[in-house]
């Protein structure tokens, strides 16, 4: 007799076997779980994703990755944004009084360089912001892979069958 139907199963994710449910020759019906694999280390990636995440939307200023504030609302770029805006109104004054003769030109270029340096911070915190909008953007991928990771530790049968063939142990896959 041959079997009409054979499928050679294995695990979505890595892990060591803790629990082998069926043996050699078992009947088993579909769905039914076969091997328990170790899912701590699936937690640990679980936990660890969506810590990273949350750390994301803190540095992003947001309470949730559906309710983002548009990036030149995120706190850098407002601190950055004030700062600039700090500096060009000093910058403007030091003109006026350039002009009026009032300081000195190393001032002046002091005042000038100050403003650039503060452009290039503003300039810099709404690139962070875009940066961390992307982290925030493949979050949900990640978190998804290892929630379903976390999910499969159990390898269940696609079909009730005889379990002809068993390559994994418990302690070994």
Same mark, same amino acid.
Do not use: C, F, W
């Given at each position: 007799?041959?079997?009409?139907?054979?499928? +050679?199963? /294995? %695990?979505?994710?890595?892990?060591?076997?803790?629990?082998? =449910?069926?043996?050699?020759?078992?009947?088993?019906?579909?769905?039914?779980?076969?091997?328990?694999?170790?899912?701590?280390?699936?937690?640990?990636?679980?936990?660890?994703?969506? !810590? =990273?995440?949350?750390?994301?939307?803190?540095?992003?200023?947001?309470?949730?990755?559906?309710?983002? %504030?548009?990036?030149?609302? +995120?706190?850098?770029?407002?601190?950055?944004?004030?700062?600039?805006?700090?500096?060009?109104?000093?910058?403007?004054?030091?003109?006026? =009084?350039?002009? /009026?003769?009032?300081? $000195?030109?190393?001032? =002046?270029?002091?005042?000038? /360089?100050?403003?650039?340096?503060?452009?290039?911070?503003?300039? $810099?915190?709404?690139?962070?912001?875009?940066?961390?909008?992307?982290?925030?953007?493949?979050? %949900?991928? !990640?978190?998804?892979?290892?929630?379903?990771?976390?999910?499969?530790?159990?390898?269940?049968? %696609?079909?009730?069958?005889?379990?002809?063939?068993?390559?994994?142990?418990?302690?070994?896959?």
């Amino acid at each position: 007799l041959a079997a009409q139907d054979e499928v +050679t199963i /294995s %695990p979505q994710a890595e892990g060591v076997v803790v629990k082998v =449910m069926a043996d050699l020759g078992d009947l088993v019906k579909a769905g039914q779980p076969l091997i328990e694999l170790d899912a701590e280390k699936l937690r640990y990636n679980l936990d660890q994703q969506k !810590a =990273m995440l949350a750390s994301v939307l803190t540095k992003y200023g947001a309470t949730s990755a559906t309710k983002l %504030p548009a990036e030149k609302d +995120t706190p850098d770029a407002r601190r950055a944004e004030a700062e600039l805006e700090q500096a060009r109104q000093a910058r403007q004054r030091a003109v006026e =009084m350039s002009n /009026s003769k009032l300081i $000195s030109q190393q001032a =002046m270029d002091d005042a000038d /360089s100050v403003y650039k340096a503060k452009q290039a911070t503003y300039d $810099s915190a709404l690139q962070t912001a875009r940066n961390l909008k992307s982290e925030i953007d493949v979050a %949900p991928a !990640a978190l998804n892979l290892a929630e379903r990771q976390r999910d499969t530790a159990n390898i269940r049968a %696609p079909l009730g069958a005889a379990a002809q063939d068993r390559r994994g142990t418990r302690g070994h896959l």
